[in-house]
């Protein structure tokens, strides 16, 4: 179910709670999305760390997001990966909230990704970013394969053996066979 399709912030917590979102190599991820490019990145034996802290000095912490953690960052090549939760025309799903100067949730969506845009400016990181349209119109990997390729990073396919060994490896994987 496509995260636009929800009524509600609760809703979505509802069917998230329910649809646990594990990637291949066993790690939980936030959504339906992060678990393809997970899946992707997996499959394609790039090494990558889930919202692991990105290193701000102090003075570019910003309170209205708290601590700055990316989606994605591939540790072998430095670079950063942002999905946002976007639509072709950069709206955001109706039960996402704001925050105070903002009227919409739109403009607070809006701003979070100007300011993760310039913080990757500031510091001269590299990021790739895949927007939930990309998804719908089942572009999202392909555009994410075309940006790591411009970024020189190797793609190669993971051997079915070393794929079922690590699916053996987690705790559903009985419950699955079974």
Known sequence: KDEFEFNSATEFKRHQESQRCI???????????ELQIANFLYLHQVDFEYE??????????NAEFGAYKPDFYLPG????????????????????????????AREYYHHGM???????EKYGTRLIKTY??????GS??????QQLSSFGVLLRKRKPEEIIATL?????????IG
């Not at 291949?24 to 339906?32: A, C, D, F, R, Y």
């Not at 999202?140 to 394969?145: A, E, N, V």
């Not at 053996?168 to 699955?176: C, L, P, Q, S």
């Open 114 to 120: 100007n300011w993760k845009q310039q913080i990757h």
């Open 52 to 61: 692991s802290l990105f290193p701000l000095e102090r003075e570019d912490r």
């Open 23 to 33: 990637s291949l190599n066993g790690i939980e991820v936030k959504s339906m999305e």
């Open 132 to 137: 939930s349209y990309q998804n719908l119109d």
């Open 140 to 145: 999202m990997l392909r555009s994410l394969k």
């Open 77 to 104: 090549y430095d670079i950063y990966h942002e999905h946002y939760g976007i639509d072709r025309n950069g709206d955001v799903p109706d039960w996402f909230s704001t925050k105070p100067p903002f009227k919409t």
């Open 168 to 176: 053996k490896k987690t705790e559903n994987f009985e419950g699955f």
